[in-house]
Nanobody, 121 residues
Framework: QVQLVESGGGLVQAGGSLRLSCAAS????????MGWYRQAPGEKRELVAF???????HYADSVKGRFTISRGDTKNTVYLQMNSLKPEDTAIYYC???????????????WGQGTQVTVSS
């Protein structure tokens, strides 16, 4: 099995910063991509950003220029640096990873338990 553990959420004032971390562990052969999604109350879960194993990155338009996704040295950890936070960034943030558990299997999606980010105005 594969586990994703997130940390770093919290309460911050508008204009502030937070850094989210997500560590993947378990039966991992390789990770094709890691990313962050968020879900606000009453809304659908939406993509925030992802990073591929070749370091290609993609961001939602709403966070471009404010958020930065990166991977740790072990490549099993992903970070989301969030600057210039706005009240509309308030949501539960979920880590996602596309993981191959053996060399022959296709990647499967795994999710963390979520971490709350609240931005006050």
């Amino acid at each position: 099995q594969v586990q994703l553990v997130e940390s770093g959420g919290g309460l911050v004032q508008a204009g502030g910063s937070l850094r989210l971390s997500c560590a993947a562990s378990g039966s991992i052969f390789s990770i094709d991509a890691m990313g962050w999604y968020r879900q606000a109350p009453g809304e659908k879960r939406e993509l925030v950003a992802f990073i591929m194993k070749n370091d290609f990155t993609h961001y939602a338009d709403s966070v471009k220029g404010r958020f930065t996704i990166s991977r740790g040295d072990t490549k099993n950890t992903v970070y989301l640096q969030m600057n210039s936070l706005k009240p509309e960034d308030t949501a539960i943030y979920y880590c996602n990873a596309a993981v191959k558990v053996t060399v022959t299997t296709s990647p499967s999606d795994y999710w963390g338990q979520g971490t709350q980010v609240t931005v006050s105005s």
